[in-house]
Each structure stands twice: as structure tokens, then as C-alpha cells.
């Protein structure tokens, strides 16, 4: 398996789009919905790779707050993970993480000292699980729901 650094063109742009199409289609996040082109322009992207097959992917950006937030001082850059997907039969592999890995490295090399995301994943206890226990990551903060009928 291997990352590479993606930039869009006309190989990567129908890849990315049709992964997050099968996204959209797994059901598996509440709202989400598939991208376009303009969703990633901008974005550091991150490709997963199994046998030159594109398997998963995690794009975002670096963000720089003008005011001070529990976490942080104002103007301190932090890199905000706006989606990481990895095809169902390609998960529990590892990929996820070495995408994670990947932005992580990258983000040191440059001085960013924080990554932030957020997640509407309808398996929390998973997503908790892998965030946390795998890759390291700290909770900052919970929203939750109760549909009442």
C-alpha cells in the first residue's frame, strides 16, 4: 500500500468524485453528501494506493483561526481533515491510518502543531475507537442527538 500526494486532473478528478459517490451510497455518515470538483480545489489530497488502485483517499486544509478557541491561540494553524474515506472492502487493512500517518508527517514538516476533524459517522463506538485509540487523537467536544417522535 502506498500514499501519494494527489493533485486533481482529469486521472484523479473521476476516482475521487466516484469514491465519494460510493460514500454517499454505503449510508454509513448522516448528511453526507458526494463531491464535486469545487469541494477538493484548494485541498491538500491524499491518494491510498493497493496495486496502483486508488483504495481511499483524505483531503482538507490548513486553517488559521483569528481569535483564540479552547484548543488554541488566535493565528495558530492547525490542519482540518475534511474527509477520509477508505473503500468497504479495503478497511481494517490499516490504510486509514497510514492516510492519517501521511497528513500527519506532512503537517509537522511544515510546523502545523494540530489536526482537527469532525465526524457524523452513524458507527460512533468504531470511528471512537479508531480515532482515538489508533491514531491518537483527543475528544474537544461532543454534539449529540435524539430524534423524539
Not at 13 to 22: F, G, T, Y
Request: aromatic share 10%; charged share 30%; net charge negative.
Amino acid at each position: 500500500m502506498e500514499v501519494r500526494v494527489l493533485t486533481l486532473n482529469e486521472e484523479t478528478i473521476p476516482v475521487l468524485l466516484e469514491m465519494s459517490l460510493l460514500w454517499e451510497k454505503e449510508d454509513i455518515t448522516y448528511g453526507y453528501v458526494h463531491n464535486e470538483v469545487s469541494h477538493m480545489e484548494g485541498r491538500t489530497i491524499l491518494g491510498a494506493y493497493n496495486n496502483n488502485k486508488m483504495v481511499g483517499y483524505l483531503f482538507g486544509k490548513i486553517e488559521k483561526p483569528e481569535r483564540k478557541n479552547s484548543i488554541i491561540d488566535e493565528n495558530t494553524a492547525y490542519f482540518e481533515i475534511e474527509e477520509i474515506y477508505v473503500l468497504k472492502h479495503y478497511r481494517n487493512q490499516g490504510i486509514g491510518r497510514k492516510l492519517f500517518e501521511t497528513i500527519e508527517a506532512m503537517m509537522k514538516e511544515e510546523g502545523i502543531e494540530y489536526i482537527f476533524l469532525s465526524t457524523a459517522t452513524k458507527d460512533t463506538s468504531r470511528i471512537l475507537n479508531f480515532y482515538i485509540n489508533d491514531v491518537g487523537m483527543s475528544t474537544h467536544s461532543a454534539r449529540l442527538f435524539k430524534k423524539i417522535q
